[in-house]
């Protein structure tokens, strides 16, 4: 199994408050990604990051912020938490952009609820 | 831009049926195809894939052809064991190194 942790794994928070989430990996892959996934839209792409400090924006990324500082870690932060954020997120890594080549590895994700 | 559509779940079997899942895809290039599983309470993990047209992908009894004539990538497997109750995902990405782009899932059920 590729060496991908998120934290924390459950996470009940209230409406307005900030939210991080970790996601930690050991495989020294360059690249990761963060996905939320709900009932009757799959899993939707929120922030990727190519490389340390090197982040961009996937389909969802309004209300979400990332930051990589290491290349092993890779955070997502709800600046302001709303209601339409409760979710489960997913965290993945591969080694090239999903190049055709390279399967993405995936994290056991996140559930949080935000009341 | 690029986009996955499969069945929609639930899709219930007896132990032994044969199961189609259903996906097409719209992309720009020449996309890589992915089918991902998902196990209760789990992440995904990647059950087959196929890089280029006529390619046939296949893991623990699963196959998927690449067809690019029918734009389509379904997901087959000839005897279904309750095991087999997961939530399945088509995905591609196309040549241009795009991230994945995913389908909705559709949610097997293995009756004994």
């Known amino acids: 199994d590729a060496g991908i942790t998120q934290s924390p794994r459950h996470k009940v928070t209230e409406t307005g408050t900030p939210v991080t989430l970790r996601c930690h990996q050991t495989?020294?892959?360059?690249?990761m990604y963060w996905y939320r996934q709900d009932p009757g839209h799959g899993l939707r792409l929120i922030h990727y990051?190519?490389?340390?400090?090197?982040?961009d924006k996937g389909e969802v990324s309004d209300g979400y912020s990332v930051s990589r500082s290491k290349t092993e870690d890779f955070l997502l932060t709800l600046e302001s938490a709303t209601s339409s954020q409760t979710s489960v997120y997913f965290c993945?890594?591969?080694?090239?952009?999903?190049?055709?080549?390279?399967?993405?590895?995936f994290g056991p994700g996140t559930r949080l609820t935000v009341l | 831009g690029d986009s996955v559509t499969q069945m929609e779940g639930p899709v219930t079997l007896s132990e032994e049926a044969f199961l189609t899942i259903n996906c097409t895809y719209t992309?720009?290039?020449?996309?890589?195809l992915f089918w991902y599983v998902q196990y209760p309470g789990e992440g995904l993990q990647l059950l087959l894939k196929?890089?280029?047209?006529?390619d046939k992908g296949s893991n623990k009894g699963f196959e998927a052809t690449y067809r690019k004539e029918t734009t389509s990538f379904h997901l087959e497997k000839g005897s279904v064991q309750v095991s087999d109750s997961a939530v399945y995902f088509c995905?591609?990405?196309?040549?241009?190194?795009?991230?994945?782009?995913f389908g909705k899932g559709t949610r097997l059920s293995v009756i004994a």
């Open positions: 995905a591609l990405t196309s040549s241009g190194n795009t991230p994945l782009v």
């Open positions: 196929a890089t280029k047209a006529d």
């Open positions: 993945a890594i591969s080694e090239s952009r999903g190049g055709g080549r390279d399967e993405q590895f």
């Open positions: 495989e020294n892959h360059r690249y």
């Open positions: 990051s190519y490389g340390v400090k090197d982040t």
């Open positions: 992309a720009t290039g020449y996309p890589s």
